[in-house]
């Protein structure tokens, strides 16, 4: 599972308020094997992970969804763009979102209390 197994043991551990010693002891291994799993030195099965994570109270969600390109097509259209249609762009960009919250502020204070 590579290193976001790692990372998410480790997380789950902290969310669960446990120790390395603790989660070790529930998983009847040693306190220096949770310590290297979680510093990425040993490479758990994914079987492994589910396992100390439902150690931890917790469980992984996954599931499969549909590729959205949408960030990636975006960013490649900036790149089209000279460094200062960038920033004009940019400023365009902020000016909207702040009319946009200025609008919200406006419906937000007309609503009755």
Do not use: Y
Not at 17 to 24: M, N, Y
Not at 50 to 61: A, E, K, N, S, T
């Amino acid at each position: 599972m590579g290193t976001m197994g790692n990372d998410l043991v480790r997380e789950a551990r902290k969310r669960a308020r446990l120790t390395q010693r603790e989660l070790a002891e529930r998983a009847g291994t040693t306190q220096s094997a949770i310590a290297r799993l979680e510093s990425g030195r040993t490479r758990p099965a994914f079987d492994d992970v589910l396992r100390l994570l439902r150690l931890c109270g917790m469980d992984l969600d996954v599931m499969l969804v549909e590729r959205d390109d949408s960030d990636w097509s975006q960013a490649q259209a900036l790149l089209r763009l000279s460094p200062s249609d960038r920033l004009d762009e940019a400023a365009r960009l902020a000016r909207a979102m702040q009319q946009f919250h200025e609008e919200v502020e406006r419906g937000r204070s007309q609503l009755p209390a």
